[in-house]
């Protein structure tokens, strides 16, 4: 056996007990991602080059940076309580009718999400979402499963609306335009969908006495506003980074520095304490993230990669359809059930392996969009399939409206499968009826 | 000065008595905590400050988000201890077990001082043979804790 097998067996053995352990929800997986880390720094193939300076092999800084960016920018804007502000305006444009707040604070879930990351999106919105069904006197259980769904989906429209996206669209070197354009019309769909399987999805749940809702309509959204100066300097500074995701290959700016340029400029002069800007920079996850980079890094340098996606396209002899649906099909099924960010980091390289070796892939964008159609809708599965998901059951259970596992996953099958059959359709007919 | 010299006869709760009882309680003598104790032990089982009661009616989306506390209105805001009807003390004390501050009757007045301020306690229970002998509230500490002619000085200034 030549040590470049040794070397690939190591690194695969640490990469699967990692991401097992990992998916058990038990251990803390920054920890484990970085003791990975620790452990691939064995293979002599792997330096400190192949760490930090590698595109192929290294620490993605174009995605940990468009992450730390981001997270100051929501650190800084929720100063404003303009989350709060929207979310309580459009429960009351429903006028207390609990099916039409659902499907409003669903619209702004699913919005909102495909700028900022998933579970921010569901923290943010969630105590808007108790009050509300607070006064409404109605369990917020539904609530909190359909935002996670919309979380979830909103997140899959563009490039920085899920740490998932954000992995696999800066490793395809996605620009945002042509994110939001391939996926934003198969996010729409679902979305609404969504929207009309709503009465069936929670029958009997929407049910108000008609007393409660003078209840709602008398909450005042414009006491949510806590800095209207802020209000206005972040509302600026955003539209300017949105632009700079747009135009990034125009102004030759990478995401990554277009948000922490942003950040920046918001720390600056927002003139809010480090607690304050700081205050939604996850630096666990941004260390997750480093680790499990470096683990993925060590099995695209022991050639391990390559040779499952060499396996995978001798399976498919290199159709591209079958590939796609192939891709599609797997991240369905691995996300319903396992944390999709080591999934997606994964597949990344593997999926840039299939767009290389398709004879005459020049659609091979269509291998990427099934990647994240798949691994960022199959999230919605299970309890257990996406952060958002999982954040949700914790609020619930702490509101004293537990979510059962089984509670979710019944409806979260239902709105996978239909995710699952819009996507293969969308897929189809876009990139290869249509092509 | 030992803690058996100052401590006092305070209010004590049984775990699952009538929370707005309590209330009431701390309300009329403007408590800042209550001992609580069970009918099967001589000793504290806990201390419930009046600022756990406070948080207890705080719904928790708020103090998840403090934000929203601004949004809501008068009418609700003037209601929000009817949280409490029908609950007893057990359901609003913290649901993991806190450790009772607690002093021997022999404690100096800084052994007291120091638990009450690494607990954070507004009241510390004095123990003396496995039974509840009296309370040290903060302010019967500091009052312990000044000299008299600190304390003279103090209400001449008044």
Known sequence: MSMHTVHAIYASAVFVVAYALITTERFNKT??????????????????????????????????????????IVSVVRQTGVFEYIAIWAAKRAKGSPLRIMILLVLVTAVGSAFLDNVTTVLLIAPVTLLVADRLGVSPAPFLIVEAFAANIGGAATLVGDPT??????????????????????????????????????????????????DVMALDEGEAIRNRTLLVQCGIVLLAVFTGFVLHHVIHMEPSLVAMTGAGILVI??????????????????????????????????????????AASHATHGNEFLTTMLILGVSFLFSGFVNNVPYAATMTPIVAEFVESIHGGANSGVLWWSLLLGTVLGGNLTAVGASANIVVVGIAERAGNPISFWGFTRRGAVITAISFVISVAYLWVRYFVLR | MRAED????????????????????????????????????????AVLPASQVVRFIVPGYVQDDPGLAA????????????????????????????????????????EVAEVMARMRSPLVAVVKKNKLHGVITASRLLGAALRPDQLSAGSQAS
Not at chain 1, 269 to 284: A, D, H, M, Q, T
Not at chain 2, 74 to 91: F, N, Q, V
């Open chain 1, 31 to 72: 920890m484990i991602a970085l003791a990975g880390a620790v452990a691939v720094f064995f293979l002599p193939v792997i330096n400190s080059d192949e760490v930090f300076y590698s595109r192929d092999t290294g620490i993605d800084w174009d995605v940990i940076f468009l992450l730390l960016g981001m997270m100051i």
């Open chain 1, 165 to 214: 996206t954000i992995i696999i669209g800066t490793g395809a070197h996605l620009s945002f335009i042509s994110f939001l354009a391939n996926m934003g019309p198969a996010v729409l769909i679902v979305l609404s969908v969504l929207l009309l399987l709503l009465p069936r999805l929670f029958p009997g749940a929407f049910t108000v006495e008609p007393e409660r809702v003078a």
């Open chain 1, 269 to 310: 002069i927002s003139g809010l304490n480090r607690e304050f800007y700081l205050s939604s920079v996850e630096w666990e996850t941004l260390l997750f993230f480093a680790g499990l980079f470096v683990m993925v890094g060590a099995l695209v340098r022991t050639g391990v990669i390559e040779n499952l996606a060499h």
């Open chain 2, 6 to 45: 100052i401590d006092e006869n305070f209010p004590v709760v049984d775990i699952d008595s009538d929370a707005l009882e309590a209330v009431r309680l701390l309300a009329e003598h403007r408590l800042n905590g209550l001992v609580v104790v069970t009918n099967t032990s001589d000793t504290p089982y």
């Open chain 2, 71 to 110: 949004v809501l209105s008068e009418s609700m805001a003037d209601h929000a201890a009817e949280k409490l009807t029908g609950k007893t003390i057990r359901d609003v004390l913290p649901k993991q077990r806190q450790v009772v501050p607690v002093a021997d009757a022999d404690d100096t007045i800084i």
